[in-house]
Antibody
Framework: EVQLVESGGGLVQTGGSLRLSCAAS????????MSWVRQAPGKGLEWVAN????????YYVDSVKGRFTISRDNAKNSLYLQMNSLRAEDRAEYYC??????????WGKGTTVTVSS | QSVLTQPPSVSGAPGQRVTISCTGS?????????VHWYQQVPGTAPKLLIY???NRPSGVPDRFSGSKSGTSASLAITGLQAEDEADYYC???????????FGGGTKLTVL
């Protein structure tokens, strides 16, 4: 079964850091681009970042550039999102997704990030 | 303000047909990039509903269909069922942003 499982969410103070992880199974992880997508409470979906198959290409939404870093470890079938200098507006459910032909065809269940002052 | 524009809400009675529009611009939908649709039942993760403008993943009923023309796309749902009540999002790629863009989402209420 194709599956993505996020972890690492939690409560962090404004200005703090958090590292999200996403464990992939059921498909050849190293053959796919991957994405992070977030959803603030009561709001819509927002694309956060993409990474290509070998990690050599990374793209970010403007609001997280310079603060968030997407990475992957193909040997561990894992995707990561390092989040630094967290702001109140980063509070959201963060989803890991497989990015396939420009769409997110497999999604994890999400991990919750709460930023408080 | 989302890059792709969707109506905030639509509604219909069981058995009826509803459509949800998604309007983009020359840097995304109008540039020829495909539009994809997701269904999100509150409290759960989004699920891919339509990919490549008008293709259904395995397991998605043929009551759901998509279309695209110019800078706009539409999702049509026929034979509405209570279980279709959810939020629906369109998504495309934007060349000026070098990334994916979503619509603001449309809440479908089955009356």
């Amino acid at each position: 079964e194709v599956q993505l499982v996020e972890s690492g969410g939690g409560l962090v103070q404004t200005g703090g850091s958090l590292r999200l992880s996403c464990a992939a199974s059921g498909f050849t992880f190293s053959s796919y681009w991957m994405s992070w997508v977030r959803q603030a409470p009561g709001k819509g979906l927002e694309w956060v970042a993409n990474i290509n198959e070998d990690g050599s290409e990374k793209y970010y939404v403007d609001s997280v550039k310079g603060r968030f870093t997407i990475s992957r470890d193909n040997a561990k079938n894992s995707l990561y999102l390092q989040m630094n200098s967290l702001r109140a507006e980063d509070r959201a459910e963060y989803y890991c997704a497989r990015y396939n032909h420009y769409c997110m065809d497999v999604w994890g269940k999400g991990t919750t990030v709460t930023v408080s002052s | 303000q989302s890059v792709l524009t969707q109506p905030p809400s639509v509604s219909g009675a069981p058995g009826q047909r509803v459509t949800i529009s998604c309007t983009g611009s020359s840097s995304n939908v109008g540039a020829g990039y495909d539009v994809h649709w997701y269904q999100q039942v509150p409290g759960t993760a989004p699920k891919l509903l339509i990919y490549g403008n008008n293709n259904r993943p395995s397991g998605v009923p043929d009551r759901f269909s998509g279309s695209k023309s110019g800078t706009s796309a539409s999702l049509a749902i026929t034979g509405l069922q209570a279980e279709d009540e959810a939020d629906y999002y369109c998504q495309s790629y934007d060349s000026s942003l070098s990334g994916s863009v979503f619509g603001g989402g449309t809440k479908l209420t089955v009356l």
